[in-house]
């Protein structure tokens, strides 16, 4: 568990698969993950019990939640794409709608780069954000995190083309 003014963040429990469930399953967030399909209940289910090891699957996850009451839950944050000879790995953000503009993502993202730095000994964290995502591109600069390049009508939305920004900070 890490913790910091407001948010801890805390591993995957298998109590987390219904809201784990209405996130990978809601189309709104297809396509920032990439998703076409539905993923199965099983399927998640075997996610959420899965072995949280990153140097085995080489992705973390974790819950973001209200500091004294791991129930009240705000979204989640992911490492992934871990690469531990290059001390590199992708960052991923996802706060509910109801927790947003209120300083969480910030906090928990500041929070993930401490683990990183402390734990992984990661170099650099990068992410992608598609240029109508006015809210991350905001966080990630805020964060720091420099952009290094723009892919032209790369994603395909509803039948509008947007361009995908790429971010990098070196920690």
């Known amino acids: 568990m890490i913790n910091k003014e407001n948010i801890k963040l805390r591993l995957i429990r298998s109590n987390d698969f219904e809201v784990i469930n209405s996130w990978e399953n809601n189309p709104i967030y ?75 993502a910030e906090e928990a993202l500041r929070l993930l780069e401490t683990y990183a730095k402390a734990n992984l000994n990661l170099r650099n964290m990068h992410c992608s954000v598609l240029s109508d995502n006015e809210g991350s591109i905001k966080l990630f600069e805020k964060a720091g995190f420099k952009k290094i390049g723009t892919r032209l009508a790369w994603t395909n939305v509803n039948g509008t083309w947007l361009d995908e920004h790429m971010y990098q900070k070196e920690l």
Do not use: M
């Open 30 to 104: 297809w396509s920032i993950s990439g998703t076409q399909v539905p993923f199965s209940k099983d399927l998640i289910n075997a996610y959420v019990n899965d072995s949280q090891d990153i140097y085995k699957v080489k992705q973390v996850r974790f819950i973001i939640c209200d500091k004294t009451n791991d129930n009240e839950v705000h979204g989640s944050i992911d490492l992934f794409d871990f690469e531990p000879y290059h001390l590199r790995a992708g960052v991923g953000i996802l706060i509910n709608p109801n927790s947003r503009r209120k300083g969480i």
